[in-house]
């Protein structure tokens, strides 16, 4: 069973930055995209962030301030988010689309952690 384990959430001032990171955890493995989603209170889940091996797509929102990046020795992504401000307080969903023997092209979830801006 292919699991999904975030950390890097936290408080932070505008303009400040924080790292999330995620792994994702089973025998057989490959990641087929990779990214990160975000939930703010009262509005839908948004996508952030999406590495496909091929490319590299971001909100607009984001877009300059926000870097995706994955290594797949690890089974891991990572979002480095720069010159945050107080619209990015949303929690972050770590997202795989993974390939296992059973089933070859999965979507998987992490549990989310909490990003807050304070200005």
């Known amino acids: 069973q292919v699991q999904l384990a975030e950390s890097g959430g936290g408080l932070v001032q505008a303009e400040g930055s924080l790292r999330l990171s995620c792994v994702a955890s089973?025998?057989?493995?490959?990641?087929?995209?990779m990214g990160w989603y975000r939930q703010a209170p009262g509005k839908p889940r948004e996508l952030v962030a999406v590495?496909?091996?091929?490319?590299?797509n971001y909100a607009d929102s984001v877009k300059g301030r926000f870097l995706i990046s994955r290594d797949d020795d690890k089974h891991s992504a990572y979002l480095y988010m720069n010159e945050l401000k107080p619209e990015d307080t949303a929690v972050y969903y770590c997202?795989?689309?993974?390939?296992?023997?059973?089933?070859?092209?999965?979507?998987?979830w992490g549990q989310g952690t909490q990003v807050t801006v304070s200005s």
């Open positions: 997202y795989a689309n993974i390939w296992t023997p059973s089933r070859p092209s999965g979507d998987y």
């Open positions: 089973a025998n057989l493995l490959r990641v087929n995209r």
């Open positions: 590495d496909t091996g091929r490319a590299k």
